[in-house]
């Protein structure tokens, strides 16, 4: 009796080993199911070459009611790939036993950096990631469209003609300092890094675009994510510069678009002329104006800042025409287009300077109740002399003598602020409101102004 006792006591335990033997199989099973992807491509936008470009990621799933085991992970082209993979928090170009719990996913995450190539036309490059599971393989591609550009690494004084057949991309600071000049021609597009700058210091910038070739700035992170993000670099700062041009210009996504500060000591010149330009989605202002430098702008566009359109502090010297300078941005609404003072505080002294400015035929508008503010101290002697002719501005009415045949609180009838679109319809009072003594011949996209000139920086077209 002990012995069967025994015998089915053995019976019973070598029974058990092998249900827990088979239950630690079941779990370590290797499903024969298919991997799924939640794409069989990922395509990066134009990334420029030493660049890298923002992270995209896909998911594997195991379908199966069963652990699945991935034998091999591998990026195909190796060390030698401009991608790079991250698999489950692992970094590396080939992995080997990677388990997916039933019906469970993981992320791999790719990024890419292209290496120059020295093309001028965009290219195409591609890899592929293989999963290899119970003998089988199948594949994620990898493909970006890589761009080479002349690159700009904190350097000093790039001067004479950049050439157009390539971007310019601006990593740090471009400096142009001692007198020199730097000539950006028509069809050059500059993209600036994160925190960047084109600065020009006692020199002179020409940017000389057409309307049909305009020269653009803007960021260098071409993804779609980032058509639209203000603040992806400084902008173009002019400190003490003399005769500069800018002519049909866009700069966007800037954290300020233009940057003027002081006259060239000695000189009488203009420090910016300003034309055909669109200025927008800065992260603070389109336009900074500090310590009385010059402007002069035609047909200027500055819209869709998070904080005014232009802003001025301790003085300035300008004039504007048939120009638009709008409060529509991404701020709280609580900042006018425009904010003027003729001083500036710091380390508790106040220099007081110089202020004046003509604005002919142009637009000051948004969805404030006053959207051109002035704050001036009038004392030793300083010069303050204003003067607006038929202007729209957002601006309780006033009878004082610098406004000159203004509209006051007329909607200006834009077909789309929400869509930045700052043309108008029929109807709007800006249709033959402006002053033929001080119009110019060309609209912002070179439409003809008619004998009786339209307010702003557009001529109606139906």
Same mark, same amino acid.
């Given at each position: 009796?002990?012995?069967?006792?025994?015998?089915?006591?053995?019976?019973?335990?070598?029974?058990?080993?092998?249900?827990?033997?088979?239950?630690?199989?079941?779990?370590?099973?290797?499903?024969?199911?298919?991997?799924?992807?939640?794409?069989? %491509?990922?395509?990066?936008?134009?990334?420029?070459? %030493?660049?890298?470009?923002?992270?995209?990621?896909?998911?594997?799933?195991?379908?199966?009611?069963?652990?699945? %085991?991935?034998?091999?992970?591998?990026?195909?082209?190796?060390?030698?790939?401009?991608?790079?993979?991250?698999?489950?928090?692992?970094?590396?170009?080939?992995?080997?036993?990677?388990?997916?719990?039933?019906?469970?996913?993981?992320?791999?995450?790719?990024?890419?950096?292209?290496?120059?190539?020295?093309?001028?036309?965009?290219?195409?490059?591609?890899?592929?990631?293989?999963?290899?599971?119970?003998?089988?393989?199948?594949?994620?591609?990898?493909?970006?469209?890589?761009?080479?550009?002349?690159?700009?690494?904190?350097?000093?004084?790039?001067?004479?003609?950049?050439?157009?057949?390539?971007?310019?991309?601006?990593?740090?600071?471009?400096?142009?300092?001692?007198?020199?000049?730097?000539?950006?021609?028509?069809?050059?597009?500059?993209?600036?890094?994160?925190?960047?700058?084109?600065?020009?210091?006692?020199?002179?910038?020409?940017?000389?675009?057409?309307?049909?070739?305009?020269?653009?700035?803007?960021?260098?992170?071409?993804?779609?994510?980032?058509?639209?993000?203000?603040?992806?670099?400084?902008?173009?700062?002019?400190?003490?510069?003399?005769?500069?041009?800018?002519?049909?210009?866009?700069?966007?996504?800037?954290? %300020?678009?233009?940057?003027?500060?002081?006259?060239?000591?000695?000189?009488?010149?203009?420090?910016?002329?300003?034309?055909?330009?669109?200025?927008?989605?800065?992260?603070?202002?389109?336009?900074?104006?500090?310590?009385?430098?010059?402007?002069?702008?035609?047909?200027?566009?500055?819209?869709?800042?998070?904080?005014?359109?232009?802003?001025?502090?301790?003085?300035?010297?300008?004039?504007?025409?048939?120009?638009?300078?709008?409060?529509?941005?991404?701020?709280?609404?609580?900042?006018?287009?425009?904010?003027?003072?003729?001083?500036?505080?710091?380390?508790?002294?106040?220099?007081?300077?110089?202020?004046?400015?003509?604005?002919?035929?142009?637009?000051?508008?948004?969805?404030?109740?006053?959207?051109?503010?002035?704050?001036?101290?009038?004392?030793?002697?300083?010069?303050?002399?204003?003067?607006?002719?038929?202007?729209?501005?957002?601006?309780?009415?006033?009878?004082?003598?610098?406004?000159?045949?203004?509209?006051?609180?007329?909607?200006?009838?834009?077909?789309?602020?929400?869509?930045?679109?700052?043309?108008?319809?029929?109807?709007?009072?800006?249709?033959?409101?402006?002053?033929?003594?001080?119009?110019?011949?060309?609209?912002?996209?070179?439409?003809?102004?008619?004998?009786?000139?339209?307010?702003?920086?557009?001529?109606?077209?139906?």
């Amino acid at each position: 009796m002990m012995k069967y006792t025994i015998s089915i006591i053995a019976t019973l335990l070598l029974l058990t080993l092998s249900l827990t033997t088979q239950s630690c199989k079941k779990k370590n099973f290797a499903s024969k199911g298919n991997l799924e992807f939640s794409a069989d %491509t990922v395509v990066f936008d134009t990334v420029f070459t %030493t660049i890298g470009s923002t992270t995209q990621n896909f998911k594997v799933y195991n379908r199966d009611n069963k652990t699945l %085991t991935i034998d091999e992970i591998e990026l195909v082209g190796g060390a030698s790939s401009p991608f790079r993979m991250n698999f489950d928090g692992l970094q590396g170009t080939s992995f080997t036993n990677i388990e997916i719990e039933k019906n469970d996913s993981l992320y791999c995450f790719v990024e890419v950096t292209l290496n120059v190539n020295g093309g001028i036309l965009p290219m195409i490059v591609e890899d592929s990631i293989r999963f290899r599971t119970n003998g089988k393989d199948q594949y994620v591609k990898l493909a970006v469209w890589g761009q080479d550009a002349y690159f700009h690494y904190n350097d000093i004084n790039p001067t004479g003609t950049w050439p157009n057949d390539k971007p310019h991309v601006i990593y740090g600071v471009s400096r142009v300092l001692n007198g020199s000049t730097l000539t950006i021609p028509a069809g050059t597009d500059v993209f600036l890094h994160k925190l960047s700058a084109l600065y020009v210091n006692q020199s002179t910038l020409i940017v000389n675009g057409t309307a049909a070739e305009k020269v653009t700035f803007q960021g260098d992170r071409l993804e779609q994510d980032y058509d639209n993000v203000p603040g992806q670099y400084y902008g173009i700062y002019l400190d003490s510069a003399d005769n500069c041009l800018i002519d049909h210009a866009e700069i966007k996504n800037g954290i %300020t678009g233009i940057h003027v500060e002081s006259k060239l000591g000695g000189s009488s010149n203009t420090t910016l002329t300003l034309k055909n330009t669109e200025i927008w989605n800065s992260a603070s202002y389109g336009m900074l104006l500090f310590d009385d430098p010059k402007i002069v702008a035609e047909n200027v566009l500055i819209h869709s800042n998070a904080i005014h359109a232009m802003i001025v502090l301790q003085g300035a010297d300008m004039k504007f025409t048939h120009c638009n300078l709008l409060g529509y941005g991404g701020g709280d609404g609580s900042y006018p287009a425009i904010g003027m003072r003729n001083y500036y505080t710091t380390n508790g002294t106040t220099t007081i300077t110089d202020i004046s400015g003509e604005f002919n035929n142009c637009v000051i508008y948004g969805g404030g109740d006053e959207e051109l503010v002035m704050d001036t101290i009038d004392q030793g002697g300083v010069n303050i002399n204003f003067v607006y002719r038929n202007c729209a501005i957002r601006l309780p009415s006033s009878n004082n003598p610098m406004f000159n045949s203004c509209l006051f609180n007329f909607s200006p009838a834009f077909r789309d602020t929400g869509g930045d679109d700052f043309r108008f319809w029929s109807a709007s009072p800006l249709r033959d409101a402006g002053d033929p003594l001080f119009s110019l011949t060309k609209d912002l996209v070179d439409f003809d102004r008619d004998i009786n000139p339209d307010i702003g920086v557009y001529e109606y077209q139906p």
